[in-house]
């Protein structure tokens, strides 16, 4: 289930700020003006537009926009709960049989969950379940590399064609040399498509792919989880130890929390001894 990120606008957000900022305290309102041109603009989205569709297939393009939706959303992955409705079904497998679990899975959202589930029922060998399942995470990761190659790309063209666009602007300004009084403003101008393949680059491209990178990561690492819980049912693993091997997944200071309970009723029984 996918959730709004607002981190990502957040981020944007504040680097944008913060630039803004930057050029007020150096020359108050009227230097943002100073950084608006639509020329230089034109030939950093212009020309990055351009790369981008010798590089990429038009059905490859069509991603774009679905990728960046992916950007400014979050799963909600919770890997206690996980492991909770795991040892739940491996509770009711042991007691009632795997059958009896075709009823628990018409309440789950996941369907790399119901898979799995199923294919236990069938009565399909773990091995063959181990293989199929990861097979499915090998072409969720094609997919999600590829639609994150188009923004690593834009990463990579947008302070190209900055720099491309202050060739021209100094070509130009050398050009006409014979007016001593226009070459600041145009030095100035040559500089700005620069400025913004780099802005586009560093604060918008690069960031969005290496997070589109973390969710992948994570949503691997969920998804293997979720085989060793599927194999652990299908194999009628007892509970409490289909517990103790997943929550080897949990982070040390979750782990750390699930253990401090089971000291205390130790110590609590030890006291009543």
């Known amino acids: 289930m996918k959730k709004r ?26 230097g943002f003006t100073t ?25 490859e393009m069509k991603l774009i926009g679905k990728v960046f939706k992916e950007a400014f959303s979050k799963s909600d992955h919770n890997l206690k709960e996980l492991i909770q409705l795991f040892i739940h079904l491996s509770e009711k497998a042991r007691r009632e049989g795997l059958l009896a679990l075709e009823s628990e899975l018409e309440e789950l959202d996941d369907e790399f969950i119901k898979k799995g589930v199923y294919l236990a029922i069938d009565g399909i ?5 181990n293989d199929i399942m990861n097979a499915e995470i090998t072409a969720m990761e ?33 050009n006409n040399l014979t007016s001593p009084e226009t070459i600041g403003p145009s030095m100035a ?9 780099m802005v586009l680059a560093n604060l918008v491209f690069i960031p969005i792919a290496g997070k589109l990178y973390n969710m992948t990561e994570e949503e691997v690492f969920m998804k ?13 693993q007892n509970p409490k130890i289909l517990e103790e091997k997943l929550s080897a997944f949990l982070p040390n200071e979750e782990l750390k ?4 309970p089971e000291e205390e009723v130790i110590g609590e029984t030890a006291n009543e001894s």
């Open 125 to 129: 060998e773990p091995e063959v379940i």
């Open 224 to 236: 293997q989880v979720i085989i060793e819980g599927v194999i652990g049912v299908q194999s009628g």
């Open 35 to 59: 950084f608006l041109q639509l020329s230089s603009f034109i030939i950093v989205l212009g020309g990055l537009t351009g790369a981008l569709l010798i590089n990429f297939n038009p059905a």
């Open 5 to 30: 990120d607002i981190l990502t606008p957040i981020g944007i957000a504040l680097g944008a700020t913060m630039i803004l900022v930057g050029i007020y305290f150096n020359s108050g309102m009227d």
């Open 189 to 197: 101008v040559a500089l700005l498509t620069t400025f913004y393949g």
């Open 257 to 260: 929390d699930t253990e401090e």
């Open 142 to 174: 094609e997919r999600h590399n590829k639609g994150r190659s188009i923004i690593e790309k834009a990463g990579e063209y947008a302070p190209s064609w900055g720099m491309i666009g202050t060739l021209i602007g100094l070509v130009l300004m050398l």
